[in-house]
DNA sequence: CATTAAAACATG
DNA sequence: ATGTTTTAATGG
């Protein structure tokens, strides 16, 4: 007897354990470790992930499989295995690792509907009328028409059932494709007994003689012949004619060219880079280098030209970049030296998409994938080499469970293949750079940029000194004068605005009173389009008030200036000026994003005008001006890494300007001038950037000093959340070394979301073998609480976001 | 003692 | 997570 281990799809601690099913004989052989299967779980049918085959099992009773859902397994014998460290690492449920390696349209869906077994006299007739309609019907109908409990009586009654049942989300594309049935001569036997009427059907048939393939797509033999469906039909019914449904992928770059490229010669420093990147390849040696870079060093370079070398060896290659949808130039790079080799994985895709992308990946189709975070789990089975560009971006680090890191999870990947791991950045997250000078990674530098082109020249404006001068106007006589040059002489230019921290919100200029959300402790955000105050994080929503609900003034003021108003702003003062503004609201659109880049590129704009999204990978010639609005808003959130973010951010759009021919500038407005970020930034001093971070992070035992792991509880009720917390501290405190820095319970910085008040515990270590075990624990033992007492704990172990 | 709601339990 | 079983609470 066969018996498969099975990991059921039900996250919740309880059940997060194998579970073992009988094999039925006619799957035995077939059914292999990380395929989906369906099987009866209690009285339902859910989905599972089939971890370990064997012979016999110590469970009292055994059910079977009901059925496999793959052909083939779905997650490979080394992400199985890798789905165990995220497990561990992570804290995370074993379903949720698997579930985050495998595209969401292979996430199961489950229905449940009732049908009918024998109509009786006494039933509902509501209910009757009901199962005379519909073949079936479904839970939620049911619940609609008020009809479940009438339907529970008749389940048990035995005179309906309920069904439950399972499906995969993502569904195949075919697409009908047509074909001659018979060889040519009987063809034409059957061509003369057809009646001289059936002129179209002829057609269709000589059409097909004609043609080069066996089979063709049902709809463009319509077309060509101009015949409709009923002459197919008619051709089939008679046997002449035959329909296949072949599968088709979706590309979502079907119609666009890519111009293909060679290698390009590389500079002296590129050569000296790229040396043991491709000796590590070579000698099939797992290392993570740190390819340290300003803007413009040729990064992208090196990154094709080792991929090539692994390419070469037959192996595969994985390239994460940050937000792919983002940076569309990366693809055309990728697309153009490797073709159709790529894969492109990234949130702008449907679901289907993704599935069919993910679908080549397997099917050994492609051999590089360029993808977001998600893409490091790419089911290879010999990578060569995993890249991931722009290193320090936070987007790596996922905020739901598995609460994995890209990073670590790449290599951890790369230590099984034995292949290396490449960080690319022109601002190392300082985690990576201080394990660059430990010796951990191999740093490689690029300090030049290509055809050493000069850095753009930078302007800080102490925007409070703007306000001495009565400049009360969002833009400082500096960049208006530069703005105005710009457009006179026909170059562009980039605004960015930093609307993180604070976004927009409003207050009363009386009383100092702010709309807050009344569920969450934090102000609402104003969204001009619907012209609403809406809190993010719980949804609420209130319209905007016209006096102060406190004083009843009518003097309300809008904070924290968005792009719009920027736009009318300059609207006002360079009315002649074409603007194009990039923010959430103009390119929620799928492919607006693309659109506006492209007006942009072509011209067709003066001033690009947007938010974080234009930080990266824009490449435009003729960008001579970069102006950073406000360039402190970030500096004022409380988190450890606010500087730092700072720092690249600044950095990262000073990259914009300048990047030709032509000499760029920067303009960066600030009312904290003096701060190290914000000077060093300017100076583009990443060097020493990192000295004075590295002393405040020793100074406040942060990372890279110490790992961080945060737990935070949340409770309906304010006491039971603070003395949970305290009860949580404790007991951690008491497990771990005296090196270990414990610090709470305090209220967290969002004290209350919805409803519910938050605590936390931040443990700050060097070296805790026990720590993984000890949290583990404490979820263990306040699930239980969270049943009957409401309360939650999560874990987040290394966080970005404290909040 | 019946009815209903809440808590405990099991899921192979 | 979710459906079932057990226990407690409510009300006559």
């Known amino acids: 007897m066969q018996v498969a281990s099975v990991i059921v799809d039900v996250a919740a601690r309880q059940t997060d354990k194998e579970f073992d099913y009988k094999i039925p004989e006619k799957w035995e052989g077939l059914i292999q470790p990380g395929m989906r299967v369906i099987v009866p779980f209690g009285p339902r049918k859910i989905q599972g992930f089939v971890t370990a085959l064997k012979n016999a099992s110590s469970a009292k009773k055994l059910k079977s499989i009901i059925e496999p859902m793959d052909l083939l397994p779905v997650l490979n014998p080394e992400l199985l295995k890798l789905a165990d460290w995220l497990t561990e690492t992570t804290l995370c449920f074993k379903i949720s690792a698997y579930q985050a390696m ?58 309906a059932e309920l069904i439950y049942k399972v499906t995969s989300k993502g569904k195949k594309k075919s697409i009908r494709m047509i074909g001659l049935a018979l060889s040519d001569d009987k063809l034409a036997d059957s061509m003369n007994a057809l009646s001289a009427n059936a002129r179209k059907q002829k057609d269709v048939l000589s059409y097909l003689q004609a043609a080069e393939l066996p089979l063709l797509p049902a709809k463009e033999v319509m077309e060509q012949t101009g015949t409709s469906n009923g002459t197919l039909k008619a051709l089939i019914e008679k046997g002449l004619l035959v329909e296949r449904y072949q599968e088709v992928y979706r590309d979502p770059y079907e119609n666009r060219q890519f111009e293909q490229t060679e290698p390009l010669p590389l500079t002296d420093q590129q050569q000296t880079a790229i040396a043991p990147i491709l000796g590590s390849i070579e000698d099939v040696r797992h290392e993570t280098f740190l390819l340290y870079g300003v803007t413009g060093s040729g990064k992208t370079e090196i990154y094709l030209q080792s991929i090539q070398r692994v390419l070469e060896k037959g192996k595969e290659a994985i390239v994460l970049v940050p937000e792919i949808s983002l940076t569309p130039q990366m693809v055309h790079r990728f697309k153009g030296r490797f073709g159709d080799d790529v894969a492109v994985l990234h949130s702008g895709l449907s679901a289907g998409e993704k599935y069919d992308e993910w679908r080549k990946i397997q099917r050994k189709e492609v051999k590089v994938v360029v993808g977001a975070r998600s893409a490091v789990f790419a089911p290879f089975e010999n990578l060569g080499i995993i890249i991931i560009d722009e290193e320090h971006e936070t987007s790596y680090k996922q905020e739901e469970n598995p609460r994995y890191h890209a990073r670590e999870t790449a290599i951890e990947r790369a230590k099984f293949y034995q292949c290396p791991v490449i960080l690319g950045s ?100 104003y969204h001009r389009y619907s012209h609403q105050m809406k809190c993010h994080y719980c949804g609420f929503e209130e319209p905007v008030p016209s006096t102060c609900p406190e004083c009843q003034s009518e003097h309300i003021r809008y904070f924290g200036t968005g792009t719009q108003k920027v736009e009318d702003e300059l609207g006002k003062l360079l009315p002649q000026a074409r603007v194009v503004r990039m ?85 960066i407005q600030t009312y904290t001038p003096d701060h190290y970020s914000i000077q060093l930034a300017g100076k583009q001093d990443y060097d020493q950037f990192y000295k004075e971070e590295m002393v405040m992070r020793k100074l406040g035992s942060y990372p890279p000093f110490y790992y961080l792991a945060l737990v935070t509880v949340s409770h309906e009720d304010l006491l039971a959340a603070s003395s949970a917390t305290e009860k949580i501290t404790h007991y951690i405190q008491a497990r771990l070394s005296n090196e270990a820095i414990i610090l709470g319970p305090v209220a967290s910085p969002i004290a209350r979301i919805n409803n519910r008040y938050r605590y936390q515990c931040l443990i700050k270590y060097k070296r805790e073998p026990k720590l993984n075990h000890v949290l583990k624990s404490v979820m263990e033992h306040y699930t239980k609480q969270h049943n009957d007492k409401g309360l939650q704990v999560a874990v987040d172990v290394n966080p970005f976001i404290m909040m």
């Open 583 to 667: 923010d959430v609201d103009t390119t929620s659109r799928k492919g607006s994003h693309e659109k506006l880049l492209q007006q942009f590129a072509e011209g067709k704009a003066d001033i690009l005008l947007g938010t974080q999204m234009i930080a990266k990978g824009l490449d435009f010639p003729n960008i001579t001006l970069v102006g950073v609005l406000s360039a402190d808003t970030m500096l004022h959130i409380p988190d450890f890494r606010s500087a730092e973010k700072t720092f690249q951010l600044l950095t990262q759009v000073s990259g914009r300007a300048g990047r030709h021919q032509l000499q760029g500038e920067v303009v």
């Open 426 to 525: 022109a601002t190392p997250s300082l985690e990576s750079f201080a394990r660059a000078q430990k010796g951990v990674y191999q740093l490689l530098s690029l300090p030049n940029r290509m055809n050493n082109q000069r850095l753009p020249d930078v302007e800080i404006v102490d925007m409070r000194e703007e306000l001495r001068h009565g400049n009360r106007s969002m833009f400082s006589r500096a960049l208006f004068e530069k703005l105005t040059d710009r457009l006179e002489k026909g170059e562009q230019t980039v605004l960015f605005l930093n609307r993180r921290g604070h976004s927009s919100f409003i207050m009363c200029r009386d009383c100092g009173y702010v709309a807050g959300c009344p569920h969450c402790d934090i102000s609402l955000t």
């Open 102 to 159: 495998l595209p969401a349209a292979m996430k199961a869906k489950y229905e449940k509907v009732f049908r009918l077994r024998e109509a009786a006299a006494s039933m509902n007739e509501e209910l009757l009328s009901l199962f005379h309609r519909h073949d079936e019907i479904t839970w939620e109908m049911a619940e609609k028409e008020g009809l479940l409990a009438a339907l529970r009586q008749e389940v048990k009654a035995n005179r």
